[in-house]
């Protein structure tokens, strides 16, 4: 389950960054046919790209970590349970074991 959701968390890296790399050599080399206007409104579409993922990615890999303290949470509280419903079951076992000891001994005595 977490495996398919690590492998869009990476993706996600992975194309954000390169956007944000791929602005970086138009900075030094612009275009020579475009205007200022066309030239700033593409930096600022792949840099607005870059971003969106990388938060994207981040937001998935802090809802990943969550959901997985989650579900061990879940699984303690799950174990806690069913060791006190087990201690509760063999407290009256014993109890039980204890009577049944006590009438024997009362009715071998009367024997």
Not at 3 to 13: M, S
Not at 56 to 75: D, F, T, V, W, Y
Not at 79 to 84: F, M, P, Q
Request: with cysteine; hydrophobic share 50%; proline share 3%.
């Amino acid at each position: 389950m977490f495996t398919d959701r690590k492998i869009i968390v990476v993706l996600e890296y992975i194309i954000g960054f390169s956007f944000l790399i791929a602005v970086v050599p138009l900075f030094v080399n612009p275009h020579p046919d475009w205007s200022d206007a066309h030239w700033w409104a593409y930096l600022l579409f792949i840099v607005g790209a870059g971003f969106i993922l990388i938060s994207c990615a981040s937001e998935m890999k802090q809802r990943l970590q969550l959901s997985h303290r989650l579900s061990r949470i879940e699984q303690i509280i799950k174990d806690l349970e069913d060791k006190e419903v087990q201690a509760q079951t063999n407290k009256e076992v014993k109890e039980v074991g204890h009577k049944q000891t006590i009438g024997e001994q009362f009715i071998a005595s009367l024997i």
